[in-house]
Nanobody, 124 residues
């Protein structure tokens, strides 16, 4: 079965940057959407960003638009989330997830596969 492993989280000061990576194994699907979610303590999952394999379209939630960038490296079967100008409110566990249909379904938290998450902590 597909496995997703996130890495790159850590502790960073406000205004700093991190790049998260999501490595996919045994992933051979033609059509899919893959993206990043986050969950802060006591809160539900929030869709952060998504990229679709069908047309390479991307989505960003308003709170991160202009600061975060999603990208992929097909040779490495890896998806990245470059996070710049980090704010304390970005603190959360970040995880990647896959929906085999669309970003629309993925962002509705319809996950076919998901990773274990990586902690991002932004200090003030």
């Amino acid at each position: 079965e597909v496995q997703l492993v996130e890495s790159g989280g850590g502790l960073v000061q406000a205004g700093g940057s991190l790049r998260l990576s999501c490595a996919a194994s045994r992933f051979t699907f033609d059509n899919y959407a893959i993206g990043w979610f986050r969950q802060a303590p006591g809160k539900g999952r929030e869709g952060v960003s998504c990229i679709s394999s069908s047309d390479s379209s991307t989505y960003y939630t308003d709170s991160v638009k202009g600061r975060f960038t999603i990208s992929s490296d097909s040779a490495k079967n890896t998806v990245y989330l470059q996070m710049n100008s980090l704010k304390p409110e970005d603190t959360a566990v970040y995880y990647c997830a896959v929906n085999l249909r669309s970003c629309y379904d993925l962002l509705a938290t319809m996950h076919d596969y998901w990773g274990q998450g990586t902690q991002v902590t932004v200090s003030s």
